[in-house]
Nanobody, 127 residues
């Protein structure tokens, strides 16, 4: 059973930074694609970033490109999302997700592409 546990959310002023962590356990992740999504109140869950467990193919939503960085530490079985220059519109619950199995695609952006999800961590950005 795959388990994903996010942490690192909190309250930050606009322009500030946060680093989210996602600790993964339960299955081999060698071929996995890891993703970060977010969901603001009243909105659909949206894709933020993804990366292969191997470290290749980081991919970002246009709204966060240049401000957010996704990375992973295989030794710690952890994926990170470094968020800089935060804006009020970045406020949401952030979710970590994993897609297991081999794939030829470089990224996956749809919620349905990912089978396992964490419980989410709240990010609040004050203006």
């Amino acid at each position: 059973q795959v388990q994903l546990v996010e942490s690192g959310g909190g309250l930050v002023q606009a322009g500030g930074s946060l680093r989210l962590s996602c600790a993964a356990s339960g299955r081999p992740f060698r071929s996995a694609m890891m993703g970060w999504f977010r969901q603001a109140p009243g909105k659909e869950r949206e894709f933020v970033a993804s990366i292969r467990w191997s470290g290749g193919s980081p991919y970002y939503a246009d709204s966060v490109k240049g401000r957010f960085t996704i990375s992973r530490d295989n030794a710690k079985n952890t994926v990170y999302l470094q968020m800089n220059s935060l804006k009020p519109e970045d406020a949401a619950v952030y979710y970590c997700a994993v897609r297991l199995g081999l794939s030829t695609e470089s990224y996956f952006t749809r919620r349905g592409d990912y089978a396992y999800w964490g419980q989410g961590t709240q990010v609040t950005v004050s203006s």
